[in-house]
């Protein structure tokens, strides 16, 4: 079944702990985006990467890490998270960032910060 | 870069009756406008989608307008059901990001 898995669903966290939320593909998508989604504020797009070592900020990337060593994983980190990264994020792909390329998306990861 | 605005915020509708939803985009470079409905703790989910050389498309009970002129698109939901009732979002599509509205919440009483 063609999917985007991202692990854990859940999460609470303290403060400064660093986490990494992980996030898999299984559709050879070359394109790769992680967004939160906030009450009133819709989605907005942290990081994407257009293929495997090619990343690059989105709209709200402060606080977050992304690397892209395969072209399946995408994977984001908090080094040091801060209680305004409570959010619920979300994980995407596509075949690639041109028309006519439908959005994929996980099934969220609601982090919580404390 | 790209500014989606959508409205409205929630939309309540009695089962049968017709909903629309309106979303304005401001980069003229935008070229693919997707809709997408995210029901109850599930992701988004695509459920129509145009590109900016149609002017109008259509599924079953959905349909999606685009005016390229006037940087505007509309989701059309006829004969709405009690399930159709969830957050439909907007987006917009430029050279490498999907830039997203801040939803709509649809709410079809029986």
């Known amino acids: 079944e063609a999917q985007v898995t991202q692990n854990p669903r859940y999460l609470i966290t303290v403060t400064g702990k660093k986490l990494t939320v992980t996030c898999s593909q299984n559709m050879n998508h070359e394109y790769m985006s992680w967004y939160r989604q906030d009450p009133g504020l819709g989605l907005r797009q942290i990081y994407y990467s257009m293929n495997v070592e090619v990343t690059d900020k989105g709209d709200v990337p402060e606080g977050y890490k992304v690397s892209r060593k395969e072209k399946r994983n995408f994977p984001l980190i908090l080094e040091s998270p801060s209680p305004n990264q409570t959010s619920l994020y979300f994980c995407?792909?596509?075949f690639g960032a041109g028309t006519n390329t439908e959005a994929f998306f996980g099934q969220g990861t609601r982090l919580t910060v404390v | 870069g790209e500014n989606v605005e959508q409205h409205p915020s929630t939309l309540s509708v009695q089962e049968g009756d017709s909903a629309v939803i309106k979303c304005t985009y401001s980069?003229?470079?935008?070229?693919?406008f997707p809709w997408y409905k995210q029901e109850l703790g599930k992701g988004p989910q695509l459920i129509i989608d145009?590109?900016?050389?149609?002017g109008e498309k259509k599924d079953q009970r959905i349909a999606v307008t685009l005016n390229k002129t006037a940087k505007h698109f509309s989701l059309h939901i006829t004969e709405t059901q009690p399930e159709d009732s969830a957050v439909y979002f907007c987006a917009a599509r430029g050279y490498s990001t999907l830039t997203f509205g801040k939803g709509t919440m649809l709410l079809v009483s029986p």
């Open positions: 145009i590109r900016s050389n149609v």
């Open positions: 980069d003229s470079a935008s070229n693919y």
């Open positions: 995407a792909s596509s």
